[in-house]
T-cell receptor, first 115, second 118 residues
Framework: DQQVKQNSPSLSVQEGRISILNCDYT??????FLWYKKYPAEGPTFLISISSIKDKNEDGRFTVFLNKSAKHLSLHIVPSQPGDSAVYFCAASASGGTSYGKLTFGQGTILTVHP | GAVVSQHPSWVICKSGTSVKIECRSL??????MFWYRQFPKQSLMLMAT?????????EQGVEKDKFLINHASLTLSTLTVTSAHPEDSSFYIC??????????????FGQGTRLTVV
Protein backbone atom coordinates (compact mmCIF):
# COMPACT_ATOMS: atom_id res chain seq x y z
CA ASP A 1 0.00 0.00 0.00
CA GLN A 2 1.69 3.17 -1.24
CA GLN A 3 0.92 5.79 1.39
CA VAL A 4 2.86 8.52 -0.39
CA LYS A 5 2.48 8.79 -4.14
CA GLN A 6 4.24 10.80 -6.78
CA ASN A 7 2.22 10.05 -9.87
CA SER A 8 4.52 11.75 -12.35
CA PRO A 9 7.64 9.64 -12.97
CA SER A 10 9.27 12.48 -14.85
CA LEU A 11 9.01 16.18 -15.61
CA SER A 12 10.81 18.23 -18.24
CA VAL A 13 11.06 22.01 -17.91
CA GLN A 14 12.80 24.82 -19.72
CA GLU A 15 15.44 26.77 -17.81
CA GLY A 16 13.98 29.85 -16.15
CA ARG A 17 10.45 28.46 -16.03
CA ILE A 18 8.62 27.03 -13.04
CA SER A 19 8.87 23.36 -12.06
CA ILE A 20 5.93 21.94 -10.15
CA LEU A 21 6.28 18.54 -8.55
CA ASN A 22 3.25 16.93 -6.98
CA CYS A 23 2.73 14.48 -4.17
CA ASP A 24 -0.36 12.84 -2.67
CA TYR A 25 -0.71 10.94 0.57
CA THR A 26 -3.34 8.73 2.12
CA UNK A 27 -2.35 8.43 5.78
CA UNK A 28 -4.17 11.07 7.86
CA UNK A 29 -1.61 10.59 10.63
CA UNK A 30 1.12 12.24 8.57
CA UNK A 31 1.77 15.70 9.94
CA UNK A 32 5.17 16.59 8.58
CA PHE A 33 6.26 16.59 4.97
CA LEU A 34 9.65 16.94 3.35
CA TRP A 35 11.15 17.18 -0.11
CA TYR A 36 14.51 15.66 -0.95
CA LYS A 37 16.71 15.87 -4.02
CA LYS A 38 18.71 12.82 -4.98
CA TYR A 39 21.40 11.94 -7.48
CA PRO A 40 22.19 8.33 -8.46
CA ALA A 41 24.38 6.49 -5.95
CA GLU A 42 24.10 9.31 -3.42
CA GLY A 43 22.00 9.87 -0.35
CA PRO A 44 19.03 12.26 -0.49
CA THR A 45 19.67 15.94 0.20
CA PHE A 46 17.09 17.82 2.24
CA LEU A 47 15.43 20.70 0.39
CA ILE A 48 12.43 22.01 2.29
CA SER A 49 9.77 20.86 4.70
CA ILE A 50 6.34 21.85 5.94
CA SER A 51 4.34 21.12 9.03
CA SER A 52 0.66 20.26 8.77
CA ILE A 53 -0.22 23.43 10.66
CA LYS A 54 0.96 25.47 7.70
CA ASP A 55 -0.14 25.60 4.08
CA LYS A 56 2.96 27.18 2.59
CA ASN A 57 6.66 27.34 3.28
CA GLU A 58 9.16 29.21 1.18
CA ASP A 59 12.95 29.03 1.02
CA GLY A 60 14.63 30.89 -1.81
CA ARG A 61 13.61 29.37 -5.12
CA PHE A 62 11.73 26.53 -3.40
CA THR A 63 8.17 26.75 -2.13
CA VAL A 64 6.12 23.89 -0.76
CA PHE A 65 2.33 24.07 -0.65
CA LEU A 66 0.19 21.79 1.47
CA ASN A 67 -3.51 21.14 0.98
CA LYS A 68 -4.54 19.01 3.95
CA SER A 69 -8.13 18.52 2.86
CA ALA A 70 -6.96 17.11 -0.45
CA LYS A 71 -3.99 15.31 1.12
CA HIS A 72 -1.83 16.90 -1.51
CA LEU A 73 1.41 18.81 -1.53
CA SER A 74 3.52 20.34 -4.22
CA LEU A 75 7.01 21.69 -4.63
CA HIS A 76 7.51 24.75 -6.80
CA ILE A 77 10.94 25.64 -8.09
CA VAL A 78 11.25 29.02 -9.73
CA PRO A 79 13.22 29.86 -11.71
CA SER A 80 14.33 26.37 -12.65
CA GLN A 81 18.02 25.85 -13.36
CA PRO A 82 19.84 23.01 -15.15
CA GLY A 83 21.52 22.16 -11.84
CA ASP A 84 18.10 21.32 -10.45
CA SER A 85 17.97 18.23 -12.66
CA ALA A 86 17.74 15.25 -10.30
CA VAL A 87 15.23 12.87 -8.74
CA TYR A 88 12.91 14.56 -6.27
CA PHE A 89 11.35 12.57 -3.46
CA CYS A 90 8.41 13.57 -1.36
CA ALA A 91 8.46 12.13 2.16
CA ALA A 92 6.08 12.17 5.09
CA SER A 93 6.23 11.39 8.77
CA ALA A 94 3.84 11.10 11.68
CA SER A 95 4.69 12.37 15.15
CA GLY A 96 2.51 11.05 17.92
CA GLY A 97 5.42 9.66 19.91
CA THR A 98 7.49 8.36 17.01
CA SER A 99 10.52 10.12 15.67
CA TYR A 100 10.25 12.55 12.81
CA GLY A 101 13.10 10.67 11.20
CA LYS A 102 10.90 7.70 10.30
CA LEU A 103 9.96 8.66 6.78
CA THR A 104 7.66 7.23 4.16
CA PHE A 105 8.83 8.13 0.67
CA GLY A 106 7.07 8.56 -2.64
CA GLN A 107 8.38 6.89 -5.76
CA GLY A 108 10.25 9.96 -6.91
CA THR A 109 9.98 12.27 -9.93
CA ILE A 110 12.86 12.76 -12.34
CA LEU A 111 13.17 16.46 -13.09
CA THR A 112 15.07 17.53 -16.17
CA VAL A 113 15.72 21.23 -16.72
CA HIS A 114 16.78 22.04 -20.27
CA PRO A 115 19.05 25.03 -20.97
CA GLY B 1 22.92 21.18 7.87
CA ALA B 2 24.16 18.25 9.87
CA VAL B 3 26.62 15.69 8.54
CA VAL B 4 25.97 11.97 8.37
CA SER B 5 28.72 9.83 6.92
CA GLN B 6 28.41 6.29 5.63
CA HIS B 7 31.16 3.78 4.91
CA PRO B 8 31.89 2.11 2.60
CA SER B 9 30.28 3.86 -0.36
CA TRP B 10 30.31 0.64 -2.33
CA VAL B 11 31.15 -2.99 -1.67
CA ILE B 12 31.18 -6.20 -3.67
CA CYS B 13 31.04 -9.45 -1.77
CA LYS B 14 30.64 -13.13 -2.47
CA SER B 15 27.38 -14.88 -1.81
CA GLY B 16 27.27 -16.31 1.71
CA THR B 17 29.59 -13.76 3.28
CA SER B 18 28.67 -10.92 5.65
CA VAL B 19 29.09 -7.22 5.06
CA LYS B 20 29.15 -4.43 7.63
CA ILE B 21 28.07 -0.87 6.80
CA GLU B 22 28.82 2.00 9.16
CA CYS B 23 26.80 5.15 9.67
CA ARG B 24 28.26 8.00 11.68
CA SER B 25 26.87 11.33 12.78
CA LEU B 26 29.90 13.59 12.55
CA UNK B 27 28.82 16.80 14.25
CA UNK B 28 25.98 15.75 16.50
CA UNK B 29 24.84 12.90 18.68
CA UNK B 30 22.06 10.67 17.44
CA UNK B 31 20.20 8.42 19.83
CA UNK B 32 18.18 7.20 16.89
CA MET B 33 19.27 6.42 13.36
CA PHE B 34 17.34 4.90 10.49
CA TRP B 35 18.28 2.44 7.79
CA TYR B 36 16.69 2.50 4.36
CA ARG B 37 17.07 0.40 1.26
CA GLN B 38 16.51 1.44 -2.32
CA PHE B 39 16.20 -1.01 -5.19
CA PRO B 40 16.85 0.27 -8.72
CA LYS B 41 14.23 2.74 -9.93
CA GLN B 42 12.24 2.33 -6.74
CA SER B 43 11.60 4.41 -3.68
CA LEU B 44 13.51 4.37 -0.41
CA MET B 45 12.01 1.87 2.00
CA LEU B 46 12.55 2.06 5.73
CA MET B 47 14.13 -1.14 7.02
CA ALA B 48 14.67 -0.45 10.69
CA THR B 49 15.11 2.09 13.45
CA UNK B 50 18.43 1.89 15.25
CA UNK B 51 18.28 2.81 18.93
CA UNK B 52 21.40 3.64 20.94
CA UNK B 53 21.82 1.17 23.76
CA UNK B 54 18.82 -0.96 22.92
CA UNK B 55 17.48 -3.29 20.27
CA UNK B 56 16.63 -2.06 16.82
CA UNK B 57 13.03 -1.91 15.66
CA UNK B 58 12.44 -3.60 12.32
CA GLU B 59 9.75 -2.84 9.78
CA GLN B 60 7.37 -5.53 8.69
CA GLY B 61 8.94 -7.98 6.29
CA VAL B 62 12.55 -7.19 7.22
CA GLU B 63 14.45 -10.15 8.66
CA LYS B 64 16.16 -9.04 11.86
CA ASP B 65 18.48 -12.05 11.87
CA LYS B 66 19.69 -11.21 8.39
CA PHE B 67 20.10 -7.47 8.88
CA LEU B 68 21.87 -7.03 12.20
CA ILE B 69 21.89 -3.53 13.60
CA ASN B 70 24.14 -2.30 16.38
CA HIS B 71 23.99 1.22 17.79
CA ALA B 72 26.76 1.07 20.35
CA SER B 73 27.44 4.79 20.67
CA LEU B 74 25.68 8.10 20.14
CA THR B 75 27.51 8.66 16.84
CA LEU B 76 27.70 5.22 15.27
CA SER B 77 25.21 2.68 13.98
CA THR B 78 26.20 -0.37 11.97
CA LEU B 79 24.18 -2.57 9.65
CA THR B 80 25.52 -6.05 8.98
CA VAL B 81 24.06 -8.00 6.10
CA THR B 82 24.65 -11.62 7.10
CA SER B 83 24.97 -14.49 4.67
CA ALA B 84 24.42 -12.13 1.78
CA HIS B 85 22.71 -13.33 -1.37
CA PRO B 86 22.37 -11.67 -4.79
CA GLU B 87 18.83 -10.53 -3.94
CA ASP B 88 20.33 -8.44 -1.12
CA SER B 89 22.13 -6.33 -3.69
CA SER B 90 20.77 -2.84 -3.21
CA PHE B 91 21.54 0.70 -2.15
CA TYR B 92 21.53 1.04 1.64
CA ILE B 93 21.19 4.48 3.20
CA CYS B 94 21.17 5.65 6.80
CA UNK B 95 19.75 8.82 8.27
CA UNK B 96 19.56 10.72 11.53
CA UNK B 97 17.85 13.81 12.85
CA UNK B 98 20.05 16.54 14.20
CA UNK B 99 18.90 18.80 17.02
CA UNK B 100 21.34 21.36 15.63
CA UNK B 101 19.55 21.78 12.33
CA UNK B 102 16.33 23.75 12.18
CA UNK B 103 13.82 22.39 14.66
CA UNK B 104 15.31 18.92 14.58
CA UNK B 105 12.68 17.51 12.30
CA UNK B 106 14.75 17.26 9.13
CA UNK B 107 16.37 13.89 8.54
CA UNK B 108 19.91 14.01 7.18
CA PHE B 109 21.15 11.14 5.07
CA GLY B 110 24.47 9.46 4.56
CA GLN B 111 25.94 9.05 1.11
CA GLY B 112 24.61 5.54 0.80
CA THR B 113 26.31 2.18 0.25
CA ARG B 114 25.95 0.25 -2.97
CA LEU B 115 26.08 -3.46 -2.10
CA THR B 116 26.59 -5.97 -4.89
CA VAL B 117 26.52 -9.65 -4.00
CA VAL B 118 28.04 -11.95 -6.62
Amino acid sequence: DQQVKQNSPSLSVQEGRISILNCDYTNSMFDYFLWYKKYPAEGPTFLISISSIKDKNEDGRFTVFLNKSAKHLSLHIVPSQPGDSAVYFCAASASGGTSYGKLTFGQGTILTVHP
Amino acid sequence: GAVVSQHPSWVICKSGTSVKIECRSLDFQATTMFWYRQFPKQSLMLMATSNEGSKATYEQGVEKDKFLINHASLTLSTLTVTSAHPEDSSFYICSANSPKAGDGTEAFFGQGTRLTVV
